[in-house]
């Protein structure tokens, strides 16, 4: 498999449940990056993992928790979310994460989250 | 004042012509722009990025910059109905280290 995948792609969930959301990239990337796309809103970045820490957290609400246990894996682990909290989740990666450099950022196909 | 503002659109342009995409950017420090597409239910794909000032050309595409004036613009010539996406503006913000986007600019190409 290539460049970076998803899954799963559509999850429904009540606002009591728990999920989580996965993210894998096959590109041997050193940063990897958490986006929730809204209707009429632009991409949010959510959260930026640089060689398995995290070094941006956007001022997410705490029923959102990344986890990047090594380098190609990253989750977003879900709990008690709200209907406003719909949303597609992207995930990308990008070769490192550094100021003032350009490293370009390969998205995944996404997560459509339907919260009820 | 929006970080990084486009045009909602829709913008429609007949097949053949040239479509104008444009981006406003708030950060006057930025150095890198990115264009992405996103055709509907997909993931952005990067088209074009551009770091000085001019035009640089790929193809079809033409990015254009202007810094002084915190301008970015994507110009594709002889449009194609395969054209027809969402495109989003992305601005590495230098002192956030952080890729800022665009709403976006949904550009349908009319046969």
């Known amino acids: 498999e290539t460049g970076v995948t998803q899954t799963p792609r559509h999850l429904v969930m009540g606002m009591t449940n728990k999920k989580s959301l996965k993210c894998e990239q096959h590109?041997?990337?050193?940063?990897m990056y958490w986006y929730k796309q809204s209707a009429k809103k632009p991409l949010e970045l959510m959260f930026v993992?640089?060689?398995?820490?995290?070094?941006e957290n956007n001022s997410v609400p705490s029923r959102f928790s990344p986890e990047c246990p090594n380098s190609s894996h990253l989750f977003l682990h879900l709990h008690t979310l709200q209907p406003e909290d719909s949303a597609l989740y992207l995930c990308a990666s990008s070769q490192d994460w550094a100021s003032g450099t350009y490293n370009e950022q390969f998205f995944g196909p996404g997560t459509r989250l339907t919260v009820l | 004042q929006k970080e990084v503002e486009q045009n909602s659109g829709p913008l429609s342009v007949p097949e053949g012509a040239i479509a104008s995409l444009n981006c406003t950017y708030s950060d006057r420090g930025s150095q890198s722009f990115f264009w992405y597409r996103q055709y509907s239910g997909k993931s952005p794909e990067l088209i074009m990025f551009?770091?000085?000032?001019g035009d640089k050309e790929d193809g079809r595409f033409t990015a254009q910059l202007n810094k002084a004036s915190q301008y970015v613009s994507l110009l594709i010539r002889d449009s194609q109905p395969s054209d027809s996406a969402t495109y989003l503006c992305a601005v590495l913000f230098q002192g956030a280290q952080k890729l800022v986007f665009g709403q976006g600019t949904r550009l349908t190409i009319n046969p």
């Open positions: 590109l041997g990337h050193n940063a």
């Open positions: 993992y640089s060689l398995e820490e995290r070094v």
């Open positions: 551009i770091y000085s000032n």
